[in-house]
């Protein structure tokens, strides 16, 4: 689903996007730049696989490939949020990534099929986002697939940690 050339078109793409915004004075906080980044990796399906449509409407899918629905959840941080009431099941891309001091983009990005009860429900009245996070990622890595990057395990004393590995094309 996601292709080498997928990710060098969003890669070369959100540097080009970041130098823009730099250029022009832009401030852009992560929480835009991962919707752009979202936006651009859209844009790069639909482009480059054949049988992906990006709808580019809230009432629909991220992606349709081949009609199947296919969202993109993308952080800078180590958890992925997904709303109570735009939550679907389906196939989910996840997308962690973080920035070179060039604004060269590096990603890890992984893929599964997820129901809504695999999402950890909010426990406050006043935020609705659903999560899922790095740990559970671990603990289910066999069932997804990784398409960049790779996930590490590690103990600080008896605590278990994880750690988001990001990956920078190979040019």
């Known amino acids: 689903m996601i292709t080498e050339s997928v990710i060098a078109r969003l890669t070369d793409d959100t540097k080009e996007l970041f130098d823009f915004y730099d250029k022009k004075g832009l401030y852009k906080t992560k929480k835009q730049k991962s919707e752009d980044?979202?936006?651009?990796l859209e844009n790069a399906m639909a482009s480059l696989?054949?049988?992906?449509?990006a709808p580019k409407i809230d009432a629909e899918p991220?992606?349709?490939?081949?009609?199947e629905p296919v969202e993109i959840k993308t952080t800078s941080g180590e958890t992925w949020f997904s709303g109570t009431y735009s939550k679907r099941e389906g196939h989910f891309i996840f997308?962690?990534?973080?920035?070179?001091?060039?604004?060269?983009?590096?990603?890890?990005?992984?893929g599964k099929e997820l129901k809504k009860d695999a999402w950890k429900p909010s426990t406050s009245d006043s935020y609705y986002a659903t999560t899922y996070?790095?740990?559970?990622?671990?603990?289910?890595?066999?069932?997804?697939?990784?398409y960049k990057g790779w996930l590490e395990a590690y103990y600080r004393g008896k605590q278990q940690c994880i750690k988001i590995h990001t990956a920078e094309m190979e040019r």
């Not at 996070?133 to 066999?142: A, G, P, S």
């Open 37 to 40: 980044i979202s936006g651009l």
């Open 49 to 53: 696989i054949d049988g992906a449509v």
């Open 62 to 67: 991220d992606i349709r490939l081949h009609g």
């Open 95 to 110: 997308v962690h990534w973080m920035l070179k001091e060039d604004n060269r983009p590096e990603f890890f990005m992984c």
């Open 133 to 146: 996070d790095k740990k559970r990622l671990y603990k289910n890595r066999d069932k997804w697939t990784f």
